[in-house]
């Protein structure tokens, strides 16, 4: 597992240490991808109800609040397949 996908899932468990109640993958460019549901955030690749795709600084941006994740979304660094209300969700956590 790369640095960046080990520091993200240490950041999200942090913001979903509740867990989620659906599946969420994030993809980090070519870094990898973590997933977060109702068991918490890990590293993998399951099948997920949405999964949302970023370049590293625009995932690490909006992991440390310098990014807006619907601005993200509006200019095309965030790309959302599947639900997304759950993706506004997971961007409501995340601001």
Request: charged share 20%; glycine share 12%.
């Amino acid at each position: 597992m790369s640095d960046i996908i080990e520091k993200a899932v240490t950041a999200l468990s942090a913001k979903f240490s509740g867990g989620f109640p659906s599946t969420a993958k994030f993809i980090v460019g070519d870094e990898g991808s973590i997933i977060i549901d109702a068991d918490g955030v890990r590293a993998g690749d399951d099948e997920a109800d949405v999964t949302l795709t970023a370049d590293v600084d625009t995932f690490r941006g909006i992991l440390e609040g310098t990014v807006n994740p619907t601005m993200a979304f509006m200019t095309g660094k965030l790309k959302i397949d599947g639900s997304m209300g759950l993706a506004m969700q997971l961007g409501s956590a995340l601001s």
